[in-house]
């Protein structure tokens, strides 16, 4: 699988963004995918994950009610909407896919989990 993010850019605090992520390969629905972000100086954090079936998502407290992430298998394609977006958002985002090993459903937060990555897209918010 291949992943190709889009969507970052430079936006005023409280605007929103809608990052994609493309992904190559016919069996895209069985991955289970998540959104990371890096910020300099500090480790990769994950913000966002989903189910391969897309029935569970995970977000940290710190975008809670903020960020949204979704899939459409149809089109290979996993979106973050963020809104309200803060300086301290202030990051490279990553897109990621883990190939299905079991039938749980599960989320997976933790970078080791994950198979795949994109490239990074930047997303700058100015206060």
């Known amino acids: 699988v291949q992943l190709q993010a889009c969507g970052g850019g430079l936006v005023q605090a409280g605007a929103s963004l809608r990052l994609s992520c493309a992904a190559s390969?016919?069996?895209?629905?069985?991955?289970?995918t998540g959104w990371f972000r890096q910020a300099p100086g500090k480790e990769r954090e994950c913000i966002a994950a989903?189910?391969?079936?897309?029935?569970?998502?995970y977000y940290p407290d710190s975008v809670k009610d903020r960020f949204t992430i979704s899939r459409d298998n149809a089109k290979n394609t996993v979106q973050l909407q963020m809104n309200s977006l803060k300086p301290e958002d202030t990051a490279a985002y990553y897109c990621?896919?883990?190939?299905?090993?079991?039938?749980?459903?599960?989320?997976?937060?933790?970078?080791?989990?994950?198979?795949?990555w994109g490239q990074g897209t930047q997303v700058t918010v100015s206060s």
């Open positions: 390969g016919r069996t895209f629905s069985t991955y289970a």
């Open positions: 989903i189910s391969w079936g897309g029935g569970r998502t």
């Open positions: 990621a896919a883990r190939r299905r090993t079991d039938y749980s459903g599960s989320y997976y937060s933790a970078t080791s989990q994950y198979d795949y």
